[in-house]
């Protein structure tokens, strides 16, 4: 389906492709939405898509590309553990405005052989390239302590990472990416970018959103739990009630 | 098999949580304790939020009680006035814990205040378990009784305005159970613990109620004070998982039943030898983590 429809996107806007003097990207994502059901585990994202040149001929050096997978920003506050009279507990904390909620990269080979530093960071390419724009006042030796704490933590999880050779292309015209969602992603919109990278220069660029959400069953839980409260505790309590009792009455009648 | 919790926002194996459900619901059916104890710790090292398995096991607690109440109940070892003074100051207890529970929350002190309740609480009750177990035993020297010790504790005695608790027998003023609901209503909301096992000790020392209606009034009171922490936890935390909680309680509802059977067979000392041993594994395996470096230096919380 959504095959046919880049085919017919193609066919399409080749012509206007082939006046224009610069590739054009025709990404592709292998489901608009990912829905969270009581069985998800995470899932596999196929991020793939054709590049369009000029005159229909791929150049012949070897282009380059780069996709990115990127949550919802979210403010969030990183606490940093210290042992504080032989306990381990929460001693310092940083602010950080805008952390995406999840943050993968593939590309055809390392960023920093693709991109210099300068560009990388325009693009937010790479997780060291990330603006996560840490609360003032810090000082620039604890933003980086805190920085990387919250990088290896959310690389550890699954929710950010980076794959140097992640991006296959074939004949310099098809490109295809898998990117991994764990479980424990959060919901939302994700916006997956695909950038064309030719002598330290994207060339061209395209976007296109995932919607994450959380289906049926969790969806009705997650909404209750956050607009009935009241009644989404009634529900837990007569459940746990119901539950007791039952077990109580069937066991007395065998034992 | 693994299934996705709503709250917690993550998946686990189910059949784990049904398992560690019914364990801890055979070790409460044997012992008469609410099991919350366990369930919590077993919880976090599992991976679960501390905030949301504290306030899920609290629905668990409610689920393991029921059946013993209704035993209780019908067995009239239940002293419903007392039961109700004790509620009132649980529901107190719960109301204020939760306010304390936003704060340490907020301020980011929760888990190590988490953590070094369950070690200090855990360790001395074991202790005092411990000790008096093996002297029921006969493996420890019974010190020489105190000479004219008053039935109730001299501090209780001391207090104004006496009520007569007839099912009890006993003639005690309401501010000492009231006080001691108020208690066990913050370690519900903090711990996620019926605090059964500082209940009954403390009802039987402090109170000098009679064996026979400790239990089923102390189950009574947990019952109550557990419904109202999952409220209260729903209401001010939202961090109840209803799917872990039905996990949990599929498992523990059934290992209950079976812990009952169990007691039937054992020794009473030597039950409450084991439960000993257990109780200070756990404050032990908490103390470690407390002094341990963490695998996790780092924390996130959302704003």
Redesign the interface.
């Known amino acids: 389906m959504n095959r046919r429809l880049a085919a017919i996107l193609l066919a399409l806007l080749a012509p206007m492709m082939i006046a224009a003097d610069k590739p054009v990207l025709v990404p592709d994502i292998s489901a608009r939405q990912v829905q969270i059901r009581y069985s998800f585990t995470g899932a596999q994202l196929l991020l793939f898509g054709a590049v369009v040149y000029p005159g229909g001929r791929p150049p012949d050096r070897q282009v380059d590309i780069a996709v990115v997978l990127r949550g919802p920003v979210q403010p969030i506050l990183v606490r940093e553990k210290q042992k504080v009279a032989g306990i381990w507990m929460n001693a310092d904390s940083d602010r950080f405005r805008s952390a995406p909620s999840f943050y993968a990269v593939a590309s055809s080979r390392p960023i920093s052989e693709l991109l210099d530093e300068r560009t990388a960071a325009i693009y937010e390419l790479g997780l060291h390239n990330l603006q996560l724009s840490p609360g003032g006042g810090a000082l620039p030796e604890k933003e980086r302590r805190f920085e990387a704490g919250l990088l290896d933590l959310r690389s550890r999880h699954g929710l950010y990472s980076e794959n140097p050779h992640g991006v296959e292309i074939n004949g310099g015209v098809l490109y295809r990416a898998v990117i991994t969602i764990p479980s424990q992603v959060p919901v939302g919109t994700y916006t997956a970018e695909t950038f064309l990278i030719d002598r330290n220069k994207v060339i061209a660029a395209a976007t296109r959103d995932i919607q994450i959400n959380k289906s049926g069953f969790e969806r009705y839980v997650a909404l209750a739990a956050r607009r009935n409260r009241v009644l989404y505790g009634l529900t837990c309590v007569l459940l746990s009630l119901g539950l007791g009792w039952a077990a109580a009455a069937v066991f007395r009648r065998r034992f | 098999m693994?299934?996705?919790l709503?709250?917690a926002?993550?998946?686990v194996n189910a059949l784990f949580i049904v398992l560690l459900g019914f364990l801890v619901g055979v070790l409460s059916g044997m012992f008469g304790v609410g099991g919350g104890f366990l369930t919590t710790p077993l919880l976090i090292f599992y991976g679960i939020p501390p905030t949301v398995a504290v306030a899920s096991a609290a629905?668990?607690i409610?689920?393991?009680?029921?059946?013993g109440v209704?035993?209780h109940m019908r067995r009239g070892g239940v002293d419903m006035k007392m039961g109700g003074v004790m509620i009132v100051g649980g529901l107190f207890g719960s109301i204020i814990g939760a306010g304390l529970f936003r704060l340490l929350q907020s301020s980011?002190?929760i888990?190590?205040a988490i953590g070094?309740l369950y070690v200090l609480i855990l360790g001395w009750i074991g202790v005092l378990m411990l000790t008096d177990s093996l002297k029921a035993l006969g493996y420890m020297k019974v010190a020489a009784p105190e000479q004219g010790r008053s039935r109730h504790n001299r501090w209780v005695a001391s207090l104004p305005l006496r009520w007569r608790f007839y099912s009890s027998g006993i003639y005690v003023s309401p501010v000492a159970p009231l006080a001691l609901g108020f208690l066990a209503g913050i370690l519900t909301v903090f711990l996620g613990i019926g605090g059964g096992f500082i209940l009954v000790p403390a009802m039987i020392y402090l109170l000098g109620m009679p064996a026979r209606v400790v239990v089923g009034t102390s189950l009574v009171m947990i019952l109550a004070v557990s419904?109202a922490t999952?409220?209260v936890?729903?209401?001010t935390t939202?961090a109840?998982d209803?799917?872990l909680?039905?996990l949990l309680?599929?498992g523990g509802?059934?290992g209950?039943?079976y812990g009952a059977?169990l007691t039937t067979r054992m020794k009473p000392d030597l039950l409450r030898l084991a439960l000993a041993v257990i109780i200070l594994l756990v404050a032990l395996r908490v103390a470690l983590g407390?002094?341990?470096?963490?695998d996790?230096?780092?924390?996130?919380?959302?704003?």
Do not use: K, N
């Open positions: 693994d299934i996705y709503p709250i926002g993550q998946s629905t668990q409610t689920g393991a009680s029921v059946s209704m035993v980011g002190r888990d190590v070094l419904a999952t409220m936890h729903s209401i939202r109840v209803i799917v909680a039905g309680l599929v509802v059934i209950a039943q059977v407390l002094a341990w470096r963490p996790e230096i780092f924390s996130i919380e959302y704003l």
